[in-house]
């Protein structure tokens, strides 16, 4: 079952394969971690439409059940992520009466990370607030520090 030209990895595929017995259920996972990639955002309802349209009769809570075992959920914005524990302590924000109207006064330095197909890449930026300038940027496939100290070095000698 293990397909050495597909473009999952090997690694994927055996986790992909230890998750059903069925034939049919392992082509309906192999499709549904396929349609994720394209889709991140798509819930049980849209990824059960999708494999509908290709000639797949499974229903919804089938594909939530495949889906919870593949440890996969669709990427959107969910309640309450906004809100503060009681316990945390809130810090002031320094630069509230601070208006920033040359450059090189107030710097943000920011990191997100970007989703691929296999994995992750992390994206450090350095900016300037008065000229919305992108100062110093890197990116890295591991979440360590060294990318962001050599983004912050390299904005300062600039």
Known sequence: MIDRTHAL???????????????????????IDELHLDHPF?????????????????GRRH???LT???GIEAVYRK???????PAHTVYPYLLRQLESTRPNHVWA?????IPMQRGFVYLFAVLDWAS????????SNTLTT?????????????
């Open 9 to 31: 990895p090997v690694i994927r595929q055996c986790q992909l394969l230890a998750l059903s017995r069925s034939a049919a259920d392992l082509a309906r996972i192999r499709r």
């Open 42 to 58: 798509a819930g049980a309802w849209m990824l059960r439409d999708l494999l509908r349209r290709e000639g797949h009769s499974i």
């Open 63 to 65: 594909v939530s059940t």
């Open 68 to 70: 919870t075992r593949m």
């Open 79 to 85: 309640p309450h992520t906004s809100q503060r524990h």
């Open 109 to 113: 330095a920011d990191i997100t990370d």
């Open 132 to 139: 919305r300038r992108v100062l110093a940027w890197r990116l």
């Open 146 to 158: 060294d990318f962001c100290t050599e983004a912050v070095q390299e904005a300062v000698t600039n």
